[in-house]
């Protein structure tokens, strides 16, 4: 990340977590290059790309960054870890995302209140009229 080579820390990081997800540090340097990643996008043309769903790419960044430093910090209690500066950065980083995104959903909330599952049909009676017959 030093050597401004976030796409490649983060696949690393991210083939950490998949193979330990109660790494503190892997989760919190994977929400810091995402926030290193969503400062660069502000910095270039990238910072007003947009994204399929409409939104701009380093709104999309700085989301999936907040969602890696939350659950580092739901780990640090957890684990009752023990770098105190670990979480002070990564609850300052949070409280500088929060002020640009708002608010962090809730836990169980989606990011999107309007985002809807694709392929679930409304009439669940169908379903459970098929699964009577079966």
Request: charge should be negative; include cysteine.
């Given at each position: 990340?030093?050597?401004?080579?976030?796409?490649?820390?983060?696949?690393?990081?991210?083939?950490?977590?998949?193979?330990?997800?109660?790494?503190?540090?892997?989760?919190?340097?994977?929400?810091?290059?995402?926030?290193?990643?969503?400062?660069?996008?502000?910095?270039?043309?990238?910072?007003?790309?947009?994204?399929?769903?409409?939104?701009?790419?380093?709104?999309?960044?700085?989301?999936?960054?907040?969602?890696?430093?939350?659950?580092?910090?739901?780990?640090?209690?957890?684990?009752?870890?023990?770098?105190?500066?670990?979480?002070?950065?990564?609850?300052?980083?949070?409280?500088?995302m929060n002020n640009?995104?708002?608010?962090?959903?809730?836990?169980?909330?989606?990011?999107?209140?309007?985002?809807?599952?694709?392929?679930?049909?409304?009439?669940?009676?169908?379903?459970?009229?098929?699964?009577?017959?079966?």
């Amino acid at each position: 990340m030093d050597a401004e080579m976030e796409e490649q820390a983060l696949e690393v990081l991210e083939r950490l977590i998949a193979e330990d997800d109660h790494s503190v540090e892997a989760w919190y340097l994977g929400g810091w290059c995402l926030h290193l990643l969503a400062s660069r996008q502000d910095a270039s043309d990238d910072a007003t790309a947009v994204g399929e769903n409409g939104k701009n790419q380093k709104t999309i960044t700085l989301k999936s960054s907040r969602d890696w430093l939350v659950t580092c910090l739901k780990l640090y209690g957890k684990l009752d870890y023990e770098d105190q500066r670990l979480k002070t950065h990564a609850e300052e980083l949070l409280e500088e995302m929060n002020n640009i995104l708002g608010p962090a959903p809730a836990d169980g909330e989606a990011d999107d209140e309007d985002e809807e599952w694709e392929g679930i049909e409304e009439d669940e009676e169908d379903g459970d009229a098929e699964m009577a017959g079966a």
